[in-house]
């Protein structure tokens, strides 16, 4: 069964900081990998998506992810954190192929930006 | 602009009284998916339907149930909800072979 294990259910940073959140996956096959994204109040909004080609993917809002198979990593960053970016994150696998997304979600990271 | 919808926002019921909940696309995409957010945990899948076809997680209990009249409307049943289906309950949609998810913006569902 597919996975993902997120370290740590709260950071806090500066804002003008480096932002990590830290993403662990578990899969029998090359995954598909994302990144969402919950404002408060809303649903979650994709980030950016892993699928098999470049390992450095590029999202929306400034956010990238790299995928590091010897690792089984796939953390998130952004150079400098800004206040909008307080949200919570979900990093999360799918199973490729098929006509629907079987995804499959970590537990969640609160990012708290401190002025 | 299109978009996933959810209604309504928060939906308050009693111990063992049935509710629905409802949510409604304009993409016009094939598959939508049901999932329960508790409290500081992960989104899980509850099931789905791609086109008519429903397709339930085998963990998911049998006093959740689903009803996708047509392509834009899907309806989650709670036939007798108990204090621990208390959660946010998430719509999302998807194309066949496309690996985005959209999300509607959630029902908080309380149950005293």
């Known amino acids: 069964a597919q996975s993902v294990t997120q370290l740590g259910s709260h950071v806090s940073v500066s804002e003008g900081a480096l932002v990590l959140l830290r993403c662990n996956y578990s899969?029998?096959?090359?995954?598909?990998l994302f990144w969402y994204v919950q404002y408060p109040n809303q649903g979650l909004q994709l980030l950016l998506k892993?699928?098999?080609?470049?390992?450095l993917v590029k999202g929306i809002n400034g956010f990238e992810a790299e995928f590091k198979k010897s690792e089984t990593s796939f953390h998130l960053t952004k150079p400098s954190a800004h206040m909008s970016d307080a949200a919570e994150y979900f990093c999360?696998?799918?199973?490729?192929?098929?006509?629907?997304?079987?995804?499959?979600f970590g537990t969640g990271t609160k990012l708290q930006v401190i002025p | 602009d299109a978009m996933v919808i959810q209604n309504p926002r928060y939906q308050v019921t009693q111990f063992g009284k049935p509710v629905t909940l409802s949510c409604s696309q304009t993409?016009?995409?094939?598959?939508m998916y049901w999932y329960q957010q508790k409290s500081s945990q992960a989104p899980k899948l509850l099931f789905h339907?791609?086109?008519?076809?429903?397709?339930n997680e085998a963990d998911t209990p049998d006093n959740f149930q689903s009803r996708r009249p047509n392509t834009s409307f899907c309806f989650l049943d709670i036939r007798s909800p108990g204090l621990g289906d208390a959660a946010m309950y998430l719509c999302?949609?998807?194309?066949?072979?496309?690996?985005?998810?959209?999300f509607g913006s959630g029902t908080q569902l309380s149950v005293l």
């Open positions: 899969s029998s096959v090359p995954p598909y």
């Open positions: 999302a949609t998807s194309r066949p072979g496309y690996e985005k998810l959209f």
């Open positions: 993409l016009n995409h094939n598959v």
């Open positions: 892993y699928t098999s080609a470049a390992t």
């Open positions: 339907y791609y086109d008519k076809d429903f397709n």
């Open positions: 999360a696998v799918s199973d490729p192929g098929g006509g629907y997304q079987k995804v499959t």
